[in-house]
């Protein structure tokens, strides 16, 4: 395993949930909205995750089914515990591989997942194979480059200040694509058309430093799988660092903004 991938632990559901579910879920309704589909059409959502991103589709978007599949069998399993929905099921499953038949879905939506995937490409032409003739594709990534997810961008900032080499594990240098050019240029080599993007922002707010930092230890994500990873020690002087040098308000909360690139197109 790589030293670039080997923090990418995404098995414990609800570990993910407190470190970046909480965030996706904050997001996803702002995606959909922008997205703007019709109602009662066929979904896919490739990456289910927890499924905070399903949860807003079926109350957002009025699907007549919803097809979940995400690689963890963790994520999975607490998807199906969250959304009892008669309209969703949810499978383990490869997206760079869907056990789906050839244009049999009106919409494929896709959160936060794209940028893990080794063959991108491939998925995209995956996701378009499964779309009905002028479906819908759509998803969104965290800014990385541009340090759009600033509590991030903070954790690894300390980290890399006490530890140079972390600097190889950061996603900012992992996907230097997530910018809306190279997301646009990737869509379009997939054979989609009608390509369009949007800057979308949360507000990511943290109630004190131990709301802050907890998710960090949990082992679920490549920051927290980094962290989990340091010997007690070193694991305390991050601990100290971040405490020490991130912005509180009067009442003790910790403010950032996350801001991903949306993306859709439409299948010829």
């Avoid at 340090?147 to 230097?176: I, K, N, Q, S, Y």
């Avoid at 109630?207 to 962290?227: I, M, N, S, V």
């Avoid at 040098?245 to 009442?251: F, I």
Wanted: with cysteine; aromatic share 10%; net charge negative.
């Amino acid at each position: 395993m790589s030293t670039t991938t080997r923090h990418d632990a995404w098995q414990e559901g609800d570990s993910y949930d407190a470190y970046m579910g909480r965030w996706s879920r904050a997001i996803a309704p702002l995606f959909l909205d922008w997205l703007d589909v019709e109602e009662g059409g066929d979904w896919l959502e490739v990456g289910c995750g927890t499924g905070a991103l399903s949860a807003a589709i079926l109350d957002r978007c009025a699907p007549g089914s919803l097809i979940g599949i995400d690689a963890s069998a963790g994520f999975v399993a607490t998807a199906r515990r969250a959304v009892a929905d008669a309209r969703a099921t949810f499978e383990a499953g490869d997206a760079q591989a869907l056990a789906l038949p050839t244009a049999s879905r009106d919409v494929v939506v896709s959160g936060l997942v794209l940028n893990f995937l080794p063959e991108r490409a491939w998925a995209l032409a995956e996701m378009r194979r499964v779309l009905r003739p002028h479906g819908t594709l759509g998803f969104y990534v965290w800014d990385y480059p541009g340090g759009g997810l600033g509590f991030l961008h903070a954790f690894w900032t300390a980290a890399v200040a006490l530890d140079p080499a972390a600097a190889d594990l950061t996603e900012e240098r992992r996907f230097p694509f997530c910018t809306r050019d190279a997301l646009v240029a990737l869509v379009q080599s997939a054979g989609l058309t009608n390509v369009t993007t949007q800057a979308i922002e949360v507000p990511t707010l943290f109630r004190d430093f131990d709301d802050y930092w907890h998710p960090f230890t949990l082992g679920a994500g490549p920051a927290p799988g980094y962290c989990a990873s340091l010997a007690p020690p070193q694991r305390e002087a991050l601990r100290a660092r971040l405490d020490r040098d991130l912005p509180r308000a009067a009442d003790g909360s910790i403010a950032f903004t996350a801001r991903a690139w949306a993306v859709k197109a439409r299948a010829p």
